[in-house]
Structure formats: structure tokens, C-alpha cells
């Protein structure tokens, strides 16, 4: 998640801006996130992520002695009350980070939204739809279209806000950066939704015992 984020800011975004500074003949035109609340984001993300690891790991302790009996890793060398403690703190961190910078770069409703919903869905998740045929599978692979398309959400509306003017002459659009990661976000969806859904077919045993409509 943390070399999607990073390659989308300095592989798609930046080059592009680069190119339209260029351009316009405005050396000022850059990103609006400074390298430290970009790392900010960042970890944000991982923590949110780690946090949806540790659940399922959590809830999945019994089919994984079925499915995955030598890499089960909760109730064997991590008790289930650390890692619900772990799963608590690690989301605490992420969401109130991404509410930070959401609050910061002018983003609350919809920023507080996405890192607000992200936890709730792992939750969810890991405790009834993954359970469920394919909508399990939707909700992570969506979670994970999401993760690159963060980055342009906080910045491409704050640089148009900074450089009033070029928007205005039509020198700055950005919907070309915009395409080029929502191809990536929708790409992340699908090799995501096919993981997901090998991995179904290879835990099959194990669902089929605890009453998985997978």
C-alpha cells in the first residue's frame, strides 16, 4: 500500500505537474502535501490496513486450523487479547491521522468518510461478509481500489484552490493525472477481486466447516 501511494505521488503526479509547470512558464506549480504529512497518509493507510489484518486473523482463528494450520499465527504465538488490543490501537492511530490531515487540507466530510468507513468495513468484513458469496470479496477489493486513489483526492483539489489563475486561463486540468490513477485504482480492484477469489477456492475445507457461503 505504501509503494502504491508513493509511486502514485512521484511517478504520476509530480512528472505531470512538472510537465504543465513547464508549460505555463509557472515554476510555483507543485504539490500541496508536504513530505511529512504525505508520510502522515501514508501511514495512516498501513495502520488501517494492519489493524484489518490483525481482525481477520482474529475471527479466523478456527478456519485457519483447518485451512492454514502452520501459519496460524493468533491463539498460538499471539494471544486473541493482544492482538484485539493491537487491532484497537493500530486503527485509533490511522483514523486519527487521516482525520487530521483530512481536517488539514481542507477534506473533513468526505476524508472523514473514507477513514471512518475503512475500519467499519474490515470489521464487517471479518466478522459476516466475508462469509458471504462475493460480497466479501467486493467490499476488500474495493477497499484496495481505493488505496491509490487517496493521494490525487487530497491534492487535486487543493492545487486547483492554490493556482486560481491557471485554472481559470486553462493551463492547469488535471484530469489526465485523474484517468491515469483511476486506471490504476480499477486495475488494484480487479487483480484484488481475483486474489480474493482464488483464495476462496483454496480455503474451500475450512469455509465449508463453519458454514462460509463462499
Not at 121 to 145: E, M
Not at 180 to 203: C, P, Q
Amino acid at each position: 500500500m505504501a509503494f502504491t501511494q508513493y509511486m502514485v505521488r512521484y511517478c504520476v503526479l509530480i512528472p505531470n505537474l512538472n510537465l504543465k509547470a513547464y508549460d505555463a512558464d509557472y515554476s510555483l506549480l507543485t504539490v500541496q502535501m508536504t513530505e511529512f504529512n504525505f508520510f502522515l497518509l501514508i501511514l495512516s493507510t498501513m495502520f488501517i490496513g494492519a489493524a484489518g489484518y490483525i481482525i481477520n486473523d482474529y475471527f479466523d482463528v478456527s478456519i485457519d486450523r483447518i485451512n492454514r494450520p502452520d501459519s496460524n499465527v493468533v491463539g498460538k504465538s499471539v494471544k486473541r487479547r493482544i492482538a484485539m488490543i493491537s487491532h484497537i490501537i493500530f486503527n485509533f492511530i490511522g483514523v486519527s491521522l487521516g482525520i487530521y490531515l483530512s481536517w488539514k487540507y481542507n477534506f473533513l466530510r468526505l476524508g472523514a468518510m473514507i477513514f471512518i468507513s475503512a475500519p467499519l468495513l474490515l470489521w464487517f468484513y471479518s466478522t459476516n461478509l466475508k462469509r458471504r458469496f462475493l460480497i466479501g470479496n467486493l467490499v476488500i477489493a474495493l477497499l484496495s481500489g481505493i488505496v491509490p486513489l487517496v493521494v490525487i483526492l487530497f491534492e487535486i483539489p487543493n492545487i486547483y484552490k492554490a493556482f486560481p489563475m491557471l485554472v481559470s486561463s486553462g493551463k492547469l486540468d488535471l484530469s489526465d493525472v485523474l484517468i491515469v490513477v483511476l486506471a490504476i485504482s480499477l486495475f488494484a480492484f480487479i487483480i484484488t477481486l481475483l486474489r480474493e477469489i482464488i483464495k476462496d477456492v483454496e480455503d474451500y475445507e475450512g469455509d465449508n466447516e463453519y458454514g462460509c457461503k463462499t
